[in-house]
């Protein structure tokens, strides 16, 4: 148990790339798999045996502590430290430092799906007497993602920009263990990235940077197409939470959801609050926000399906982003990364990808 470590989360960033989604919510509170994004992760932090954890943010910070409150129903003591400017990772890490106490500090980016052994992580950290300690993965393609490498004892040995050919598979998976101290040493009041600035300036002082390496699940949740996957994997049980509100399976069925008889539903569906599917449609990995509906013989792949939205009879919505309250009007085809703004209504027949037959 890490009853002796206290964690630090950075969220809050105006960075989500949904925007036809909101343009109020930051991403970790996204709806995932039926909960914000962010309790995914404070369920992790919880499990571990971490008591107490500070969120950094410097947007829309009352929409954390309004959900979140000061952890208490979470079984964690939640502080909240506000940027008064963007400050970076490294930056956000600083501001936050007159708030820890613990000697070893577990600092994560929230936006990120990880199921790591986090008593693991922490335990390379002081086994190796490291001053910092980076989770790291191996990755099928590191090409589009800055490579770690390590020697035999796990000692970082450099941080690579994205090249065509890297030399090793180990990614930064956004998962570090600081020794408390080394976060003073890190320059206040101004923005600083730890990929960029920190880690490259501890390795040039000699400072001890381990690698602790596995094949955890991982996914960053940068884009519209690994939120839904994230949410999916969650609802089938493939990436970790202790944050589900119901059990695993093919669908996540939230409160006053229904589905018509000869309705198909499954590949780590959630479906909202209040949702209505009628009969025939067809459902697959998808993210039917609360008050969504979904009309008979509609096939709806890998998508988004915005709160209050509607997607009319025998549609086709496939990789897509359908904005809150839209409407997809029957018979329409959606694919290949659309995104749909909010309170859009589309005619029947309005937009087609296959030919006429």
């Not at 963007?86 to 820890?100: D, F």
């Not at 990120?112 to 002081?126: E, F, K, P, Q, S």
């Not at 998808?286 to 709160?307: N, R, S």
């Not at 009319?312 to 990364?337: F, P």
Request: a negative charge; glycine letters at 14%; charged letters at 20%.
């Amino acid at each position: 148990m890490l009853d002796d470590v206290e964690a630090v989360v950075l969220v809050g960033g105006k960075g989500t790339r949904l925007r036809p989604l909101t343009l109020s919510a930051p991403k970790p509170m996204l709806p995932t798999a039926g909960v914000p994004f962010l309790a995914h992760l404070l369920s992790r932090i919880r499990a571990a045996g971490v008591r107490r954890v500070v969120l950094g943010t410097s947007y829309l910070a009352e929409t954390f502590s309004a959900y979140f409150g000061d952890g208490a129903a979470l079984g964690l003591e939640l502080r909240y430290v506000v940027e008064d400017q963007p400050l970076g990772t490294g930056g956000g890490i600083r501001n936050v430092a007159e708030h820890l106490t613990a000697a070893d500090v577990l600092v994560f980016n929230g936006d990120v799906l990880c199921g790591t052994d986090l008593g693991a992580v922490v335990g390379t950290h002081r086994r190796t007497a490291a001053d910092v300690t980076l989770h790291l993965v191996r990755v099928q393609d590191p090409r589009a993602y800055g490579c770690v490498p390590t020697d035999a004892d796990g000692r970082v040995l450099d941080f690579l920009e994205k090249t065509d050919d890297p030399p090793t598979d180990q990614i930064n998976a956004g998962c570090y263990v600081f020794r408390r101290s080394v976060i003073d040493t890190i320059p206040q009041g101004r923005p600083v990235s730890v990929e960029r600035e920190t880690f490259p300036g501890l390795l040039a002082a000699g400072a001890r940077v381990s690698g602790h390496v596995d094949n955890a699940y991982w996914r960053d949740m940068g884009t519209p197409a690994d939120l839904i996957h994230g949410s999916a994997d969650l609802v089938r049980g493939v990436a970790p939470s202790a944050a589900l509100p119901g059990p695993t399976g093919e669908v996540m069925l939230l409160e006053g959801a229904k589905i018509a008889e000869g309705a198909l539903v499954f590949g780590g569906t959630t479906v909202g609050r209040g949702v209505q599917i009628g009969a025939g449609a067809r459902i697959e990995g998808a993210m039917l926000f609360d008050g969504a509906a979904v009309d008979e013989g509609a096939i709806i792949e890998h998508a988004v399906i915005g709160a209050g939205a509607r997607v009319g009879q025998g549609a086709s919505v496939v990789d897509t982003v359908v904005g809150d309250r839209a409407v997809v009007g029957a018979q329409c085809e959606l694919r290949g990364g659309l995104r749909l703004w909010p309170d859009v209504i589309l005619p029947p027949h309005g937009v087609r990808f296959s030919p006429d037959v």
